[in-house]
């Protein structure tokens, strides 16, 4: 059987770097929504369209947060102490026959 490593830290960093990652892009869309709220006062056909494309870049926002933040919950959460405990349990469990 091969044996099979799995680097802690490396799945930590990854966490960490997704999680840093998505709360510099939720930063960046709150920064846009208050640069463009000037847009709310633009009369006509083209400040209408503004808007929509306004609204529609925004509504896709919370789902892309959302699919970051699960890939941080599976790694940091579940993958990691799920190994951590996996690999303690094995750990003892041979140390009974030894």
Known sequence: MDRQVVDVNGINAA???IRS???????????LQSSIATLNNWVGSAGDTARRERD???????PRSKVLMSYDMILSRLVNPGYVQAENTNTSLADKFR
Not at 56 to 62: F, L, P, S, T
């Open 15 to 17: 966490a960490q770097s």
């Open 21 to 31: 990652t998505e709360n510099r892009i939720d930063m960046r869309f709150r920064e």
């Open 56 to 62: 529609r870049v925004m509504a896709h926002n919370k």
